[in-house]
Every structure is written in C-alpha cells, then in structure tokens.
C-alpha cells in the first residue's frame, strides 16, 4: 500500500504556478527522494503533502485517503510528521523546552527525552542550552528529535543538509537510514543527491515542476546532472 | 519491527476514521458571514423597534422593547461569531509572524557575537 500518494498536484502561490500536475507515491516502508535543483518545487511538494499548502488541483492520499483540505495539525496528530527546511525549532527556548513543546501529542517529556537522546546522544549534553546557540548540526537533529519524539509513520524531510558539513550530513543520514530500517516510510527533499541516494529505495527528479524521472537510485544517477544543469 | 508494523497498521486506522471535511464548505467564512449579518441585521431591527415604541399603546411599546432586545442579542451574538472566526486566523498569522521575528532576532544577535567552536557548539572568543 502507499502511504503517501499525490495524484495531478498543481499548487502556487498567488499567481505564480510552482507544481504542474506532480505524480509521486511513497509505498510503505520505503525512502523516496525527491531531488532537483533550486526553484523545482520540492519544498512545495512537501508543503502540499503535509497539508500545509492547499493544492490548486489533484489529490493528495495519505494511507489511501484523500486528505485535501485536512488540517495539517490533524494529520501530524495521527503520525504524519514534516521535519521544515530551516529545522522549525524555537531558537530561544533550551533543548528541554524544545522538546517539551511536542509533549502536546500526549506522550510524557520523559519518554520523548529517553527516544531523543538514544538517537541523538549530543543533545542529552546540551539539555539546558538555548536551541538558538547549537551548532547546526546539532538544531538539526533537535529538529529531528522533536519529530521523531511523535512517533511518525510517515516522515516528510525538506534539506537535512542545508547549511551543514559534509560529515554532519552523513552522520544526519545514518539517522535517517536507521529511522527508515524501523519500517517508517520517509519522503526526503534534497537539493545534493550523493548521500541520500546511499539511503532511499526510489528517488524521483523534479525540474521546473514536473517529474521528471522516477527510478531506483542506480537507475538515476545519469539523469541527475541533466536536470541540474540542463545539459 | 512488528511495534513498527503496528504502529503503521495504527495510521492507516486512524487516518481511515478520520473526519474529512469538505473545503469545498469552507465551514469558517459561512460562520464569519453569518456573524458579520447578524450584527447588521441586529442593529437594525433595534433601531426599526425605537420607532413604535413611541406608540401610545403599552402592549405595541411592549413588542418593540422585545424587538430591540432580540436586535441586540442578534449582534452580540453576531459580534461573538465575528470575532471567533477572524481572530482564529489573524492570531494564527500573528503567532507564525512573531515565531519567524524571534528566529530573525536570534540569527542577527548569533551573527554579531562572539564565533562558536565547530567541535564543541559552545560560544567562543575570537583568537
């Protein structure tokens, strides 16, 4: 089953049109990548399928349910879990406090401490440390820990990488790989291919707002410096 | 890996039961419709009632007392309904608007202090 499917999804803002009819699913239990240079509309993508930007056309499916206009917080309630670009954490709150924000779902801050600091052994070091003055690295997997504290069955990552060394990158991307070996279905945006295609099962090229391609990894890596430089 | 496929098995139930409203609707602006109507409406059917209250009949002042008092209620309730559909959205654009400034003001203060050590992402001295 997919647990994540759009149909013919256009989106835009105001007048400007960014999505042309997207075709994408993400079957169960596996890592898609969604690649592709600046401006192709993948953090739009992304916006859509978490509810959090209203498609203009096309349908968006979640486990095989069309789920247009569900608010995006009813979707993250029930484990659709949209880890931003920018990371989304609360720069002057500590990490605690951080996580402490997603005790709203209900699970207690002990367990959410207890799954956040397993995976991410740095942060246990910085608990009482403004977010605001954590490396990026480490806001990163803050960002990371507060989404994976909801227990997600469906991860939808926008540029883990952005603003981060290559070394931190990999090591981010273990996470995720690991995230993924516990069977959670994850959709990951990136704008540089090379790590995450070591990870995802399927990996789709989107350019100028159409996909462009959709294959194995292996199959791709040949279409991928067409669609960023054109060539 | 079974707790996963449970949890997943969860999803798919909980996702399955979910009330999906139509936007088709849009619930939220009829209601904001409704409010700013009745406050309208209210008003006038309370000011209407001023004029045969003047009448020399009790009974027929008695009637416009009631209707003025329906108009008010009409747009307190009205007033009521206005408020709780517009506030929702513009606190809604105020909570993300003052999320991003604090975001904004921290980057700034991070980027006119002192350099962080890359090993240990704590705060230190240049040189």
Redesign the interface.
């Known amino acids: 089953?997919n647990?994540l499917e759009l149909r013919e999804i256009r989106a835009g803002y105001d007048r400007i049109d960014v999505l042309f009819g997207i075709d994408l699913v993400v079957p169960?239990?596996s890592v898609v990548a969604l690649l592709g240079p600046n401006g192709a509309g993948k953090s739009t993508t992304l916006r859509v399928a978490a509810g959090l930007h209203?498609p203009t056309a096309g349908d968006v499916l979640?486990?095989?349910?069309?789920?247009?206009?569900?608010p995006p917080e009813?979707l993250a309630r029930?484990?659709l879990c949209l880890i931003p670009e920018?990371r989304g954490i609360?720069?002057?709150l500590t990490v605690r406090e951080n996580l402490r924000m997603m005790s709203y779902t209900g699970v207690k801050l002990a367990d959410i401490e207890e799954r956040a600091f397993d995976r991410f052994p740095r942060l246990g070091e910085?608990i009482v440390?403004t977010a605001?003055?954590?490396?990026g690295?480490?806001q990163q997997m803050l960002a990371m820990a507060r989404g994976l504290a909801t227990?997600p069955?469906?991860l939808l990552l926008d540029e883990l990488s952005m603003g981060l060394?290559p070394i931190i990158v990999e090591e981010l991307y273990e996470i995720v790989a690991q995230v993924a070996r516990?069977?959670?279905?994850i959709l990951v945006v990136e704008q540089f291919a090379s790590t995450v295609l070591g990870v995802a099962d399927y990996a789709a090229i989107l350019v100028h707002g159409r996909v462009a391609r959709v294959g194995r990894p292996a199959e791709l890596a040949d279409d991928l410096s067409e669609a960023y430089l054109g060539a | 890996?079974s707790e996963?496929?449970d949890?997943?098995e969860?999803?798919?139930q909980?996702?399955?039961e979910?009330k999906?409203?139509?936007?088709a609707t849009g619930r939220d602006r009829v209601w904001l419709r409704v409010g700013v109507a009745l406050m309208v409406v209210g008003l006038g059917v309370a000011v209407a009632a001023y004029f045969p209250s003047h009448a020399g009949n009790d009974l027929e002042q008695r009637d416009a007392i009631v209707m003025a008092l329906g108009g008010l209620a009409a747009t307190v309730v009205g007033s009521a309904l206005f408020l709780r559909y517009s506030l929702a959205g513009f606190l809604r654009f105020w909570l993300a608007r003052f999320?991003y400034e604090?975001?904004a003001q921290?980057?700034r203060?991070?980027g006119a202090g002192p350099e962080?050590s890359?090993q240990e992402?704590?705060?230190r001295l240049n040189g």
């Open positions: 089953m647990l169960e239990g209203p979640v486990a095989g349910r069309r789920v247009n206009g569900v009813e029930r484990g920018g609360f720069p002057n910085r440390q605001g003055t954590l490396s690295g480490e227990d069955a469906l060394a516990e069977g959670v279905s | 890996m996963t496929h949890r997943v969860q999803f798919k909980e996702i399955s979910m999906v409203k139509d936007p999320v604090q975001q921290t980057d203060l991070l962080k890359p992402g704590l705060p």
